[in-house]
């Protein structure tokens, strides 16, 4: 089958319109220099590839990939599945058209039909079997990778793709009746389903994307989606809205994506990282980049002409460039997506805005940025450069209950306030109509007892702008006496100074000094004035310590300390 003829049955009934899709295949431009070099680096990942390649051919599993535990699945065989199809289907790489890729993924494929379920599903062994959504996952990016070997002309390729195509019409029944666990999930089996039915237009494949767009995009007032998972699910739903946008010709989709992409200008770290400690999803507080974003980007900014989001894509290319590379079939499914981006303009990088449907606040002042959350115990982050302070928290030993963590955060004049307040009663006889007969004591339970000595804990954390950073006031009050430790957790690998080794605990610093500092890479953090009053940093009721250097100041209550951060 030659390259026109293929795109001829594969996308005659999608009904092409220039908002839609700007790729034809048949008459693609030049790639770019950039888009190149993406091909390159999937040949690198692809070699990586070989080690956990099946090659016995007595094993069950023959032709199969395992993960890094030495488990074959699906997981690991699709994505290898896909790095060849885009090798063997694009001039620039190494491995265009090999025959002996060719071998690996048929035999990959069939390792694939193996293990798909009857019903078209596959599982992902770490906890989800007979999964509709990860039979979605897969099925979207080898449909893309499908069509980039169908259109091909790769020598063998006529062989393995009946089994291409075996896989992922299979899939295609599941996703047409599957269930989900997730919001974003509705998303993915709808665009899954959106690419197949721009290869075998089907219209149970529509039918069922209708059904779930019915529901509306789950998206708050700040342009934040449902999970609030800013490194890995907002980007996920921006390229997969993006699909069924174009796919079914509804661009009102693209309304949701330009209102996130906006709003994550607003949680970007100056040295490219993304704020992900709000996160409802398996991404809270970890290290993020940008890169998943580049492709949302990258299709708004041209089809805008976004000067801002072409920034971004700039910003991205300079912080996470060879992550990137992730996301090749993606852009080598849509020609649109070479093109030149528009001239960029400025970010906002000078701010103080609320984000309520998150619970968090972001400042940022040019070359520095916080972040103060809402029930969290780490409520403030603050980012100079490379040098990270990943959090700070304050405990109380009160009644196994004193980690402080605020409701909402207000604004009161100059400064964003966080309050708590507690309660520790003791407890009175139980009525004697309520004593259990044979004295089993959770048959006479602490509601039904008249409370007595209540102790009482009030916690103000109040965070004001001060010269280039923060000031931090932190009040603790009601019963007097109680031990206080309050925490620094500086990100592994920076150099401490002005700060003195606890005598019990690794990684754990007091700060006795006027000040201290942290650096990391060229950039400095000056923290303080230090209070070390006592050494208890691991409170009763507190959260465990973190694996990271931490400092430590520490009191009791009344407790009157104002901390500065620059």
């Known amino acids: 089958m030659n390259r026109r003829t293929f795109v001829a049955l594969s996308t005659s009934a999608v009904g092409l319109t220039p908002w839609y899709s700007h790729a034809f295949f048949f008459n693609d431009p030049p790639k770019p220099a950039w888009l190149k070099e993406w091909v390159k680096i999937n040949d690198q990942r692809l070699e990586s590839y070989q080690k956990y390649r099946i090659t016995d051919s007595d094993s069950q599993a023959y032709g199969g990939c395992m993960d890094g535990n030495d488990i074959p699945n699906p997981h690991s065989t699709a994505d290898f599945i896909k790095r060849v199809s885009l090798a063997l289907s694009n001039r620039e790489s190494a491995y265009y058209h090999s025959a002996d890729l060719m071998n690996q993924v048929g035999l990959a494929l069939k390792f694939l039909l193996k293990i798909q379920h009857e019903d078209g599903t596959i599982d992902l062994l770490e906890t989800n079997f007979h999964s509709t959504p990860d039979t979605g996952f897969i099925v979207k990016r080898l449909a893309m990778a499908y069509k980039q070997l169908a259109a091909s002309n790769a020598p063998g390729s006529e062989k393995i793709l009946p089994d291409y195509k075996a896989f992922l019409v299979r899939g295609g029944e599941a996703l047409k009746v599957g269930g989900i666990h997730t919001p974003n999930h509705r998303w993915v089996v709808s665009a899954a389903l959106t690419k197949l039915n721009e290869l075998w237009p089907n219209p149970a494949y529509v039918a069922r994307i209708e059904e779930w767009l019915a529901e509306h995009i789950d998206m708050d007032a700040d342009g934040q989606?449902?999970?609030?998972?800013?490194?890995?699910?907002?980007?996920?739903?921006?390229?997969?809205?993006?699909?069924?946008?174009?796919?079914?010709?509804?661009?009102?989709?693209?309304?949701?994506?330009?209102?996130?992409?906006?709003?994550?200008?607003?949680?970007?770290?100056?040295?490219?990282?993304?704020?992900?400690?709000?996160?409802?999803?398996?991404?809270?507080?970890?290290?993020?980049?940008?890169?998943?974003?580049?492709?949302?980007?990258?299709?708004?900014?041209?089809?805008?002409?976004?000067?801002?989001?072409?920034?971004?894509?700039?910003?991205?290319?300079?912080?996470?460039?060879?992550?990137?590379?992730?996301?090749?079939d993606y852009m080598l499914d849509d020609s649109f997506l070479w093109k030149e981006l528009p001239a960029s303009k400025p970010l906002p990088t000078n701010y103080a805005k609320e984000f309520l449907g998150s619970g968090l606040v972001r400042i940022r002042r040019e070359n520095w940025d916080s972040t103060l959350f809402t029930n969290n115990a780490a409520w403030l982050t603050f980012h100079k450069g490379n040098a990270v302070l990943q959090g700070m928290r304050v405990a109380a030993s009160f009644f196994?209950?004193?980690?402080?963590?605020?409701?909402?955060?207000?604004?009161?004049?100059?400064?964003?306030?966080?309050?708590?307040?507690?309660?520790?009663?003791?407890?009175?006889?139980?009525?004697?109509?309520?004593?259990?007969?044979?004295?089993?004591?959770?048959?006479?339970?602490?509601?039904?007892?008249?409370?007595?000595?209540?102790?009482?804990?009030?916690?103000?954390?109040?965070?004001?702008?001060?010269?280039?950073?923060?000031?931090?006031?932190?009040?603790?009050?009601?019963?007097?006496?109680v031990p206080v430790s309050l925490e620094l957790i500086f990100r592994a690998g920076g150099v401490l100074s002005g700060v003195i080794n606890h005598p019990n605990k690794e990684k754990a610093y007091l700060l006795t000094a006027t000040n201290g500092t942290y650096q990391l890479k060229g950039d400095t953090i000056t923290f303080g004035p230090g209070k070390a009053l006592h050494k208890n940093v691991q409170l009763r009721g507190a959260l465990p310590a973190v694996d990271a250097p931490t400092v430590y100041l520490t009191g009791f209550t009344p407790f009157k300390h104002t901390i500065r951060i620059s």
């Open 400 to 481: 196994g209950k004193g980690q402080f963590q605020s409701e909402k955060i207000e604004k009161e004049g100059n400064s964003w306030v966080l309050k708590s307040k507690l309660e520790g009663p003791y407890f009175q006889p139980i009525a004697k109509e309520e004593i259990a007969a044979d004295g089993d004591w959770e048959k006479m339970p602490k509601s039904k007892r008249r409370q007595s000595e209540i102790q009482y804990l009030e916690s103000i954390v109040r965070i004001t702008e001060g010269d280039n950073g923060l000031e931090v006031d932190i009040q603790m009050q009601g019963t007097d006496g």
């Open 225 to 328: 989606y449902n999970e609030r998972s800013t490194y890995i699910y907002s980007p996920l739903t921006n390229r997969l809205l993006i699909t069924i946008a174009k796919g079914l010709k509804k661009p009102e989709l693209l309304a949701f994506v330009r209102r996130n992409l906006n709003m994550t200008m607003y949680y970007v770290h100056p040295n490219g990282e993304i704020v992900t400690e709000a996160s409802g999803r398996q991404d809270k507080a970890l290290i993020g980049t940008m890169e998943s974003y580049y492709y949302a980007y990258r299709y708004m900014a041209l089809l805008d002409n976004n000067g801002q989001m072409a920034a971004m894509c700039r910003l991205i290319e300079n912080t996470a460039a060879m992550r990137q590379a992730e996301f090749l």
